[in-house]
């Protein structure tokens, strides 16, 4: 029923929306075929002129599913890339989205060596 839909709309922010269902529903299955045949789909429909809204999105959704087939570094990735325009309610909420973001940014990115890391010295009379 979806697919017929999706054949049948004509604005592409629609097909957008109904490719983003697609996804969910295969989030809820755990059926990783139907996600990243969907996945695919969004980014072929984002290239012919998807809006900044709906880019950002995918990139949420992109990061969700790296982050349930443990693919932490890409994860991190597009959950930091998404987390200062973040509008994918539908999927969770923006605390769990910082939540993941933190935990997949510990795991996956380069931390500072400790050596070079020095607080400045106050040099303020007492």
């Known amino acids: ?15 957008l929306d109904n490719v983003f269902l697609q996804i969910r529903v295969g989030f809820f299955f755990l059926d990783n075929d139907i996600i990243t ?3 695919e789909k969004a980014n072929n429909l984002i290239e012919e002129g998807g809006d900044w809204d709906r880019r950002n999105r995918l990139k949420v ?5 790296a982050l349930t087939t443990r693919e932490y570094k890409t994860a991190a990735q597009n959950f930091l890339d998404s987390i200062a325009t973040f509008t994918s309610y539908e999927l969770m ?4 989205l910082v ?3 933190v935990l997949t940014s510990i795991i996956s990115l380069k931390r ?3 050596p070079r ?10």
């Open 37 to 39: 045949r969907n996945i």
């Open 93 to 96: 909420t923006y605390k769990k």
């Open 99 to 101: 939540e993941y973001t």
């Open 117 to 126: 890391l020095r607080l400045p010295r106050h040099t303020g009379d007492r």
């Open 1 to 15: 029923m979806l697919r017929q839909s999706y054949e049948k709309t004509t604005t592409l922010g629609h097909k």
């Open 61 to 65: 959704y992109k990061g969700y599913y």
């Open 112 to 114: 500072c060596c400790g």
